[in-house]
């Protein structure tokens, strides 16, 4: 199943190797001539189920390697990245033997999420990451024994992440959860009426987290230290408190990868990808799955994956499956209106504080221009390595700018890629 060669050309391409992508390809398995999954990290499981088989946890994901592994029509190809789409329906990536083409006849979009990380004094020293940024590290093999560590920010995802440092063998100093009480009694309260399970994986976190401070209204307002993070300062129910820590993980939520769905023309509204009942995208023989059509978390993004994968392999769609999809995106819309980041967060960027990381652009800097493309041009801003993916949607938030528009390369990519890909071109337009 596994395979360091990519084919020339695949029936069904899909696009990330995470809970949807595995569960679309299983969904498609029996019918699909030739299934290929395409990610760009050395193992499947993507943000949720990172690592591959030997780290999971959960024991869904190694139900679908299982039945994935006697299906011979499936390869899944690591460490490859799309850089430009060639055609209609092929793509120019950039792979571990260099610069390589597919041809697909039909394509599923599982491309996940990324962090939003919101600009505050400190937020780029040593030390400071997102939250669902260091449990990917600890995933990763990073050491965390003896480290002492603040989780911050807004979402059940500081649970997870807490649950993952105190396994790993650090030391959570703190949990501060930016949203009030009320906030959180009214979450707990839906979960109790609608959504049990839930509820008992809650509970289960706070159990195993027992002994840690656990404060809410609570936001991180500045992190402290010379060449690596020292302390920081915690704004606590209109209290300041100083914590000592070796490491902060802050996040606010979890923003679709949309690269690739725009790239191919597909329509997006409200952040996510538009589709249909069947999942399918505005573009013919092109669906999306997880959270590329919002966030929800692994349910949902199974559910998604499996009904992309009947509906691209040509089988229908059964009442239950749909069922299970309404249930998830339920929950997935009262994650959305509990935790959305509070527009007072945007007090906490100071002028003086760096938005742009990789090109040192100061919100001072910004705050002159009336617009992402203007800031641009004047600042360099998102002209870096992350090409805007960080500071484009912190520059949303912040001054309710219009999302950084994109062209080709997608990503950041090698010269002897980009030399392939004008090759590609040039072969094109003479044709």
């Known amino acids: 199943m596994i395979s360091a060669m990519l084919p020339f050309s695949t029936e069904i391409l899909i696009i990330g190797a995470g809970p949807a992508g595995l569960a679309a390809a299983l969904a498609a398995a029996s019918r699909a001539q030739s299934i290929t999954i395409i990610d760009e990290n050395q193992a499947s499981g993507g943000q949720i189920w990172r690592g591959g088989p030997k780290q999971w946890r959960d ?3 190694h139900y679908i390697w299982r039945q994935l592994a006697s299906h011979y029509n499936v390869r899944i190809v690591y460490g490859v990245r799309i850089v430009a789409a060639s055609d209609s329906h092929e793509f120019l990536l950039e792979t571990t033997e260099g610069a390589q083409k597919i041809k697909w006849e039909k394509l599923i979009i599982c491309t996940g999420a990324r962090e939003l990380l919101l600009p505050f004094p400190g ?6 990451t997102g939250a669902g940024g260091l449990q990917a590290l600890i995933k ?3 050491p965390v024994e003896g480290k002492r560590v603040v989780i911050a920010g807004s979402g059940p995802l500081l ?4 649950e993952t440092v105190k396994r790993a063998g650090g030391e959570v100093i703190s949990i501060a959860e930016n949203k009030g009480s009320m906030v959180l009694v009214r979450f707990f309260m839906a979960l109790m009426r609608s959504h049990r399970g839930k509820l008992m994986q809650a509970l289960q976190l706070f159990w195993t987290l027992k002994g840690i401070r656990y404060r809410h209204a609570a936001t991180v307002i500045k992190a402290h230290g010379d060449h690596r993070l020292r302390s920081i300062s915690l704004l ?4 300041q408190v100083e914590l000592d820590c070796d490491l902060l993980a802050c996040g606010f939520g979890l923003l679709p990868n ?5 790239l191919l023309g597909c329509n997006v509204k409200d952040g996510k990808v538009l589709i249909d009942d069947k999942q399918a995208c505005s573009r013919q023989n092109i669906w999306a799955a997880g959270e590329a059509c ?3 978390g692994v349910d949902k993004a199974l559910t998604e994956g499996h009904i992309a994968g009947l509906s691209a392999s040509g089988q229908s769609v059964e009442e239950n499956d749909l069922w299970h999809r309404a249930e998830a995106r339920q929950f997935a819309g009262l994650l959305s209106s509990s935790f959305a980041p509070d527009e007072g967060l945007r007090s906490l960027c100071k002028p003086d504080t760096l938005v742009c990381r990789c090109e040192d652009v100061k919100a001072k800097q910004l705050a002159e221009h009336t617009d992402w493309r203007t800031a641009k041009l ?7 390595a992350c090409q805007g993916r960080i500071c484009g949607a912190a520059c949303q938030f912040l001054y309710a700018w219009d999302a950084p528009g994109m062209r080709q390369p997608v990503f950041p990519t090698k010269t002897s890629t980009l030399a392939a890909m004008c090759a590609a071109s040039y072969e094109e337009e003479i044709r």
Not at 236 to 239: F, I, Q, R
Not at 258 to 262: C, G, P, R, T, W
Not at 378 to 384: A, S
């Open 378 to 384: 004047m600042t360099r801003v998102g002209m870096g």
């Open 159 to 162: 649970l997870a992440v807490a």
């Open 236 to 239: 606590h129910k209109d209290k």
């Open 59 to 61: 024991q869904r994901a």
């Open 294 to 296: 919002g966030i929800g």
């Open 140 to 142: 990763g093999g990073m």
């Open 258 to 262: 949309l690269e690739i769905a725009n």
């Open 123 to 128: 937020w780029t020293l040593p030390g400071v």
